[in-house]
Nanobody, 124 residues
Framework: QVQIVESGGGLVHPGGSLNLSCAATGKMSRNHEMGWYRQAPGKRREQRELVASAVHSGRTDYGPSVKGRFTITRDNLKKTVDLQMRDLQPEDTAVYYC???????????????WGQGTQVTVSS
C-alpha cells in the first residue's frame, strides 16, 4: 500500500525560510504527480489551496500566492518532492499536505494518496 511520509515544518518568523520534504513509499506502477496543498486555519478541507505540484516530466505549477517565493523539486527515482519556502509570511500559516497521484500496482485506475499534514506557523 502506498503511503505518504512528510517531514519538516514548524515555527518561523516572518521573512524566514523552511523546507518540507515528502516521500511516496510502497509499490506503485507509476507516480504521475506529487505536490503540496495547504489548509489555512478556519478553512474546511474542500478549501485547501494548491501550493505547488510537479509532474513526472518535470513541469511544475505554483499557487498564485506562493509563486516566486516557493520552489518545488522532484526526484522521480526516489519518489520524493521537496518544497523550499522563502520569505514566509503570517498568511502562509497552515497545515501543509503532501499528495501523490499514482497508479497502484494492482489496478490501472489513478488515485490520490495524501499525507497526514505538517504544521507551518509563521509568527513573530
Amino acid at each position: 500500500q502506498v503511503q505518504i511520509v512528510e517531514s519538516g515544518g514548524g515555527l518561523v518568523h516572518p521573512g524566514g525560510s523552511l523546507n518540507l520534504s515528502c516521500a511516496a513509499t510502497g509499490k506503485m506502477s507509476r507516480n504521475h504527480e506529487m505536490g503540496w496543498y495547504r489548509q489555512a486555519p478556519g478553512k474546511r478541507r474542500e478549501q485547501r489551496e494548491l501550493v505547488a505540484s510537479a509532474v513526472h516530466s518535470g513541469r511544475t505549477d505554483y499557487g498564485p500566492s506562493v509563486k516566486g517565493r516557493f520552489t518545488i523539486t522532484r526526484d522521480n527515482l526516489k519518489k520524493t518532492v521537496d518544497l523550499q519556502m522563502r520569505d514566509l509570511q503570517p498568511e502562509d500559516t497552515a497545515v501543509y499536505y503532501c499528495y501523490a497521484l499514482i497508479i497502484p500496482i494492482d489496478t490501472d485506475v489513478a488515485k490520490y494518496v495524501w499525507g497526514q499534514g505538517t504544521q507551518v506557523t509563521v509568527s513573530s
